[in-house]
T-cell receptor, first 113, second 114 residues
Framework: QQQVKQSPQSLIVQKGGISIINCAYENTAFDYFPWYQQFPGKGPALLIAIRPDVSEKKEGRFTISFNKSAKQFSLHIMDSQPGDSATYFC????????????FGEGTQLTVNP | EAGVTQSPTHLIKTRGQQATLRCSPI?????VYWYQQALGLGLQFLLWYDEGEERNRGNFPPRFSGRQFPNYSSELNVNALELEDSALYLC?????????????FGSGTRLTVV
């Protein structure tokens, strides 16, 4: 019940296109859903996060869509750029008490010029 | 403000040896988390420390252990190293209640067991 499943494993998009990464979770106690971006040789960095009281959150070109009934959430990257090429991880946790994050398996995004 | 710092950046050990990895959290953060990122396996939760106490532990054998010091820095020890322990070990810190910022990760220690 602690799993977070992420797809696709890898994604190739042309510059200017939309990148979409999907995640599904099982534990209904999860109440915090962040996305992390990781470049080679670096640790993951928080990109954007959402809580289940909203269905969508947008920050610049990055949007999280959240479907509580389906227990799914997704990351949309609009106008994808070569600099967005990285590995993206979705995660989930119970926000209170500093609970640990459960991560998806990661998606390697390549944006071709 | 300094971020999460980890040392060393790279570590090469022989099978059967012990490895010690260190982490300094962001100033004011009391919680430290350790994750293992093996190739192709995503991030696997290892340990969570807060206020010097181990709060939670992932599904790893007892030879993975650690501690948190009074200044909130932390140490991860891996005893009796095995080849499959080769991975990037990431440390993250947070306030005890993660309200908005989520975790902040360091750049990791790349452990290679030969």
């Amino acid at each position: 019940q602690q799993q977070v499943k992420q797809s696709p494993q890898s994604l190739i998009v042309q510059k200017g296109g939309i990148s979409i990464i999907n995640c599904a979770y099982e534990n209904t106690a999860f109440d915090y859903f962040p996305w992390y971006q990781q470049f080679p040789g670096k640790g993951p960095a928080l990109l954007i996060a959402i809580r289940p009281d909203v269905s969508e959150k947008k920050e610049g070109r990055f949007t999280i869509s959240f479907n509580k009934s389906a227990k799914q959430f997704s990351l949309h990257i609009m106008d994808s750029q070569p600099g967005d090429s990285a590995t993206y991880f979705c995660a989930a946790s119970r926000e209170t008490s500093g609970s640990r994050l459960t991560f998806g398996e990661g998606t390697q995004l390549t944006v071709n010029p | 403000e300094a971020g999460v710092t980890q040392s060393p950046t790279h570590l090469i050990k022989t099978r059967g040896q012990q490895a010690t990895l260190r982490c300094s959290p962001i100033s004011g953060h009391t919680s430290v988390y350790w994750y293992q990122q093996a190739l192709g396996l995503g991030l696997q939760f290892l340990l969570w420390y807060d206020e010097g106490e181990e709060r939670n532990r992932g599904n790893f054998p007892p030879r993975f252990s650690g501690r948190q010091f009074p200044n909130y820095s932390s140490e991860l020890n891996v005893n009796a190293l095995e080849l499959e322990d080769s991975a990037l070990y990431l440390c993250a810190s947070s306030l005890i209640v993660v309200l908005a910022g989520g975790y902040t990760f360091g750049s990791g220690t790349r452990l290679t067991v030969v």
